[in-house]
């Protein structure tokens, strides 16, 4: 499809967008509708469509392997950490109000959030590597 | 609205299960799952919504007027379970990717006839 | 040694003796030197707790089934009374003249895999000592199904198809009844008195309907697969593919010998003699045991071959034992104890001269036998011995077992069962007196003569029959020190 | 940080140390580090099997992220999740520290820190269903172990393997499917997903559970009497049977066990079952009830005979095959009739045993295929033509089997024996007669499918009779199997620990107290 001009371009405009959209979900989470796993399905699915319009060796040098399985783990560990820092500092797991006085609670969602998105974004792109690799030998 | 949600849940569900049950192809047993699973994150979503009720989003009570909301919790409860789907229907998909690399088939009674002979 | 601890000695020395073989496996000289010290040390340790039975020693290894609040909990556990140390005393003296025997047989016989064999053995003799001292109903079933397993082994000895058949027959009969019968009647008795402890007198005294006490003994009768009777006893003949010493030890004296000191020990300690007599449970028993008793002496007429015609003797023999039992008066029961030890002694005898005879003239059917008793004297005088205390004629010891089964059928009345023990005593005539009179009296067959190695069978094997023999006969003066001996169990 | 956080940490480690296993790579770095991660899992489970046990209310809780138990999550374990959770553990330890080892013939090096993630996973979700005390957690818990074995199973090396995993996964899918309609269901009924508090508004009648002003047709109605909830409750009973591969829903079972790596088989057949078994008790006895369980819905009249089915046939299909892991597997078929059949009596004396049962059974048939393990590490056939002579040539892992072997049948100094017995004293105990018959029997047939191994295996001699020197298993596989089977036979003798726990875990299910 690289040769698809209008596709290209179109594309190239809206991933901005569509990443955008994820990160607006993502943050806004905590105010409204949204949260981690929306957020991180419609990142994906922006990487998803730079894959579908400039081919997966393109879109694998945006994402190699070796850092998508990083973030899978990172963003798991992020949301287990914020998680254990509630026992270490003397409360109960996934007790965010010793983070901070006030907004404990606020920042300890945010973190954990961050942490689903992270995992559930890098957990999809790489399914769809995986399906996409095996077609192709 | 009476039951009307439940009757479409159990034809949803009977739908799904026999595509599990009678299909051959193995990827059209994984879309009967899917329909299958669907149902029930319909009868969780139903059951969560309150007559008159709004969206679960906290609004600044108005005066003398309190908001009913719809219950949030079947909501959160089921996109775990969406999110459970999702991998199941991921994970059953690469395995037929590898059956069929393996076998050179997904019709499960010539797989089930290739184990026997072989 | 304190009493307790010559009992535990008595379980573990032939266990241990068992490893020894095993480590010895290399040289075959220290291998056999190692069962006969063990044996002749089992044979000290049984003899010096005869000395001790009176104070009942008794002790207990460690708790296997916790208690509950209607249940006692249950132990491995060992005691000696005087029966279990009667059948300890006969299985472990009996050990040292099997295993000269076997060192002769096996040897000249050349038989492969003679460490498993003695190996096998030792295990046997040990688990034959645990049934002996069980203290109560789940140590001894452990004890029988260990008897079991290690002597399989045996019975396939040779390894041929035929003798893996005869193994699953042996295996299938004796597991099978022990599992559906003899485990589901133990756990019975447990539910029923909360205890499965030995006790003078019995323990379900008070506790059951004797209609349930019926049923009861059905299943520790049925599930009791080595006594062999009618029609669980398809095992015995079939084990005869074994080699002979494994025939006379085991299949004369420790596995028929254990099946139905079981059933003895759990009428006298378990029901209790009173029980049993008062409320006729086992009067149905006794039939089984007459109709058993007949029909296998009937059978073993027919048979040509000779170790299986001793094996339907056997189970003609056990029957006797089980009657007693059932018959369930002071006299009958002492007769059924002293039957093991007079009967072991005659079958372990008749065993050997079988064996002697395959060893020194190759001979296994009756009709081959004419004229051999000239060149086999001294095997088949012996033969003749044990055939008449078998049969239960004076001078030799089966006479008295014999004598006290009889006189407890009067006691209760039960003319038929006499008339069935006499029958059964001409029976046994038939089949065995006409073992010798052909060895003896007929002309030798003409082509015979030329074949090699006609002659008496090595001396490791001929001792070992004599001595037994000779048993039998001494066994007649020691009636009285048994009957005293005995007299205590059935006491409460 | 004290102990109080042992009920979360017991989940969380696994599960945080799966990532790490992943970042790790190496595949001798991730294998240590599982090691670490599954050993300190066992210190946690036995601490808190000692605490529980020695406290008076014979069980913890924890309140997650601080919210009291009936709004947030409650981590809740007693006597019962305790001893569950010990067996899983030890199971776990031993597998892992082996695994390394097994995994050299079946699994790519290069995928082996995916594995042990995969497996850390899979011990998070099933020491995650133990430890909740929320029917919903229960749920997502199920599915993490599921998914990450459906993945174990399907690293197998044959292509057979695929096929089976995914026959467990449509299996594994519709039932935990099934399960989650079921809570949905109790959910919609009585509005909490905390068991304690749902065992408490289920007996409730219906107008004081719902809000007032709701209007309802039978005010007075106990909760528990309404179809919603004899649906929800015949949702969650069979989609844990299927999970708990209770014949007739079995199929999968069989094909898994026999085509999975074998650290994959000695790790599930221990503890994928059990704890499905652990599920179903907390939903018969400690959600809906003694009562309505088996008085309202009379399970046992459905329970007993296809617990007794599954001891008869399946037996007899093990008697039938010709591949050790398919007789194991099929033998794991009828065990778990025995656990079913505990559990049907509504006793406590037959709860006891089924738990005692599980803790035994979870041992012994995990080192029965460990020691399939030994045998493949040595030799590619499994099947009873090519274990010919095996008692020879490797005389300590036969042995092993021997003793494993003796287990299932229920020979006494074994822990199955202790098992059996239990059962069987259970159900003359409440005079069921043919019952205990059928159980004996079953052990009958056991002895005929074991014993055709151990024939194979000692007294049959090699069609190819190049009989060569002994050759054991390597000495650390050999250990581990050795421990597992030594722990039957030393629970087989010092019965206090699992006899004793689960009898005061039965009181308490019971609502007895002890």
Redesign the interface.
Request: hydrophobic share 70%; proline share 3%; net charge negative.
């Given at each position: 499809m690289k040769k698809h001009s209008i596709l290209r371009v179109v594309a190239k405009i809206l991933i901005p967008f569509v990443l955008l959209f994820a990160l607006y979900v993502q943050f806004h989470g905590d105010f409204g509708p949204g949260g981690g796993f929306q957020a991180g399905v419609i990142f994906a699915a922006g990487i998803i469509l730079y894959t579908l319009v400039f081919g997966l060796d393109t879109a694998r040098e945006v994402c190699p392997k070796r850092v998508l399985e990083c973030l899978v783990a990172g963003g798991l560990l992020l949301y287990g950490l914020v998680g254990t820092l509630g026992i270490l500092l003397g409360d109960r797991f996934l007790d965010y109000s010793v983070l901070a006085d006030h907004s404990g609670q606020h920042i300890g969602i945010l973190l954990v959030e961050l942490g689903v998105g992270v995992t559930v974004a890098a957990v999809v792109v790489s399914i769809f590597f995986v399906f996409v690799d095996r077609g192709r030998h | 609205m009476g039951l009307f949600n439940y009757w479409t849940v159990i034809v949803l569900m009977m739908v799904g299960?026999y595509t599990?049950i009678a299909r051959n192809n193995?990827i059209k047993?994984m879309i009967g799952?899917g329909i299958?699973?669907v149902s029930?994150f319909m009868?969780?979503i139903s059951?969560g919504k309150i007559a008159d009720g709004t969206?679960p989003?906290r609004v600044q009570p108005s005066a003398g007027h309190e908001a009913i909301y719809s219950n949030p919790l079947?909501h959160v409860?089921i996109?775990?379970?969406i999110?459970?789907g999702v991998?199941?229907t991921?994970?059953?998909?690469?395995?037929?990717?590898?059956?069929r690399?393996?076998?050179g088939s997904i019709e499960e009674d010539e797989?089930?006839e290739m184990?026997r002979n072989s | 040694m304190s009493p307790e601890c010559l009992i535990v000695a008595a379980v573990l020395l032939p266990l241990i003796s068992a490893a020894l073989v095993v480590a010895c496996h290399q040289r075959p000289n220290l291998r056999e030197t190692v069962t006969l010290v063990s044996g002749g040390l089992l044979l000290a340790i049984v003899g010096r707790l005869t000395g001790s039975v009176d104070a009942r020693p008794a002790i207990n290894l460690v708790d296997v089934i916790p208690g509950s609040i209607d249940q006692a909990a249950i132990a491995i556990g060992f005691h000696a009374e005087p029966l279990g140390l009667l059948f300890a005393l006969v299985a472990s003296g009996l050990w040292i003249a099997t295993s000269v025997y076997s060192i002769g047989y096996m040897r000249s016989h050349g038989e492969q895999h003679q460490t498993r064999f003695f190996c096998c053995f030792a295990v046997a003799i040990g688990a034959v000592m645990g049934i002996a001292f069980a203290r109560n109903l789940l140590t001894l079933f452990l004890f029988y199904e260990v008897l079991t397993l290690s002597t399989y082994p045996l019975v396939t000895h040779h390894g041929s198809e035929a003798a893996k058949r005869a193994g699953r027959t042996y295996l299938g009969i004796l597991m099978g009844t022990s599992i559906v019968g003899l485990l589901l009647a133990i756990l019975w008795t447990w539910q029923l008195a909360g205890t499965l402890e030995f006790k003078a007198g019995g323990i379900l005294d008070g506790h059951v309907d004797p209609l349930t006490a019926g049923l009861l003994l059905a299943l520790f009768a049925f599930g009791t697969g080595k006594a062999a009777l009618m029609p669980l006893h398809r095992w015995l003949p079939a084990a005869m593919v074994a080699p002979t010493p494994v025939s006379a030890l085991l299949h004369a004296v420790a596995v028929v010998k254990a099946g139905v000191f079981t059933i003895l020990k759990v009428g006298v300690y378990i029901f209790g003699i009173d029980l049993l007599g008062r409320g006729g449970s086992s009067v149905w028993l006794m039939y089984v045991a007459a109709a058993t008793l007949l029909s296998a002496s009937l059978v073993a007429l027919t048979r040509d071959n000779l170790k299986e015609r001793l094996a339907y003797s056997t189970i003609s023999q056990l029957a006797y034992i089980v009657l007693g039992m059932s018959l369930a008066t002071k006299s009958s029961v002492i007769g059924g104890g002293m039957h093991i030890v007079m009967h072991a002694c005659g079958k372990i005898t008749l065993f050997f001269c079988a064996g002697a005879i395959l060893v020194g003239a190759h001979k296994t059917r009756v009709s081959q036998l004419d004229g051999l008793g000239r060149k086999m004297p001294w095997t088949f005088a012996a033969f003749t011995i044990a055939a008449l205390s078998v049969i239960g004629l004076p001078p030799m010891g089966g006479c008295w077992s014999k004598w006290l089964l009889a006189l407890g059928t009067v006691e209760m009345g039960q003319w038929p069962l006499l008339a069935v023990l006499m029958i059964s005593s001409l029976l046994n005539v038939a089949y065995l007196m006409p073992i010798p009179l052909r060895a003896f009296f007929r002309e030798p067959p003409e082509t015979d003569d030329e074949s090699p190695g006609t002659g008496e069978a090595p001396l490791a094997c001929v001792i070992p029959l004599c001595l037994t023999a000779a048993g039998c006969v001494v066994l007649f003066f020691c009636a009285d020190p048994i009957y005293q001996f005995l007299s205590s169990i059935t006491w409460k | 940080m004290n102990l109080e956080q042992l009920p979360i940490l017991q989940v969380i480690l696994p599960l945080l140390a799966a990532p790490c296993c992943l970042l790790l790579r190496r595949s001798r770095l991730a294998w240590g580090f599982a090691v670490l991660v599954s050993c300190s899992s066992l210190l946690i489970a036995a601490t808190q099997l000692h605490i529980i046990h020695h406290s008076a209310s014979g069980s913890i809780s924890y309140e997650i992220g601080g919210w009291a138990a009936p709004w947030g999550i409650e981590y809740r374990l007693d006597r019962l999740g305790g001893l569950v959770l010990l067996v899983l553990t030890a199971i776990a330890a031993v597998t892992l520290s082996v695994a390394r080892r097994l995994l050299q013939e079946e699994v790519p090096e290069e995928r082996h820190h995916l594995f042990f993630a995969t497996f850390l996973l899979c011990l998070a979700g099933l020491s995650g269903i133990v430890s909740t005390g929320d029917l919903f957690n229960v749920f997502v818990f199920l599915e993490i172990a599921s998914l990450s074995s459906y993945v174990l199973i399907s690293m197998g090396r044959s292509r057979r393997a695929l096929v089976a995993a995914f026959q467990y996964l449509v299996m594994g899918t519709i039932g935990s499917t099934f399960i989650l309609i079921g809570i949905g269901l109790a959910y919609m009924m009585t509005g909490t997903l905390n068991m304690a508090d749902l065992a408490q508004r289920l007996t409730m009648t219906l107008d004081s559970v719902y809000a007032e002003g709701a209007s309802i047709e039978n005010p007075a109605l106990p909760v528990n009497q309404t179809r919603t909830i004899l649906a929800a409750f015949a949702f969650l009973t069979v989609g844990l049977a299927l999970k708990l591969a209770l014949f007739p829903l079995h199929a999968w079972l069989p094909n898994a066990y026999a085509t999975a790596p074998t650290v994959v088989s000695t790790f599930l057949a221990g503890t994928s079952t059990k704890v499905a078994y652990y599920v179903l008790l907390r939903v018969t006895f400690t959600i809906f009830g003694l009562a309505f369980t088996f008085g309202q819905v009379g399970l046992q009249f459905l329970l007993t005979p296809l617990a007794i089915m599954a001891i008869l046939v399946a037996s007899t299909i093990a008697i039938y095959q010709g591949d050790i892991r398919r007789i194991l597997a099929y033998s794991s078929v009828a065990q778990i009739g025995y656990l079913v059949l505990g559990l049907s009596f509504a006793t406590q004396a037959g709860l006891t045993a089924g738990i005692v049962h599980l803790f035994n059974h979870a041992l012994m048939k995990s080192g029965l295929f460990l020691v399939v393990g030994c045998i493949a590490t040595r030799q590619a056939g499994l099947t009873l033509e090519s274990i010919r002579g095996l008692g020879r040539r490797m005389p300590l892992t036969m042995a092993a089997f021997v003793v494993g072997g003796l287990g299932l049948i229920g020979v006494p100094l074994t822990s199955g024996f202790i098992s059996k017995w239990l059962l069987v004293s259970a159900a003359l105990e409440s005079g069921r007669w043919l019952v205990a018959v059928l159980v004996v029997t079953g052990s009958l047939l056991a002895v005929v499918y074991v014993w055709r191994v151990v024939e194979a295996a000692y007294f049959l001699e090699p069609d190819d009779k190049t009989t060569s020197e002994p050759h054991d298993a390597p000495a650390g596989l050999l250990a581990a199997a050795w421990v597992l089977l030594g722990a039957t036979l030393v629970f087989g003798i010092y019965t206090d620990l699992p006899v004793g726990v689960a009898r005061e875990a039965a009181a308490s299910l019971m609502g007895v107290g002890s």
């Open positions: - | 299960f599990v193995l047993t799952l299958f699973q029930v009868l969780y059951m969206a989003i079947p409860l996109l775990t379970a999110v459970v991998a199941t991921a994970l059953g998909l690469a395995l037929i990717i590898r059956i690399e393996a076998y797989i089930l184990d | - | -």
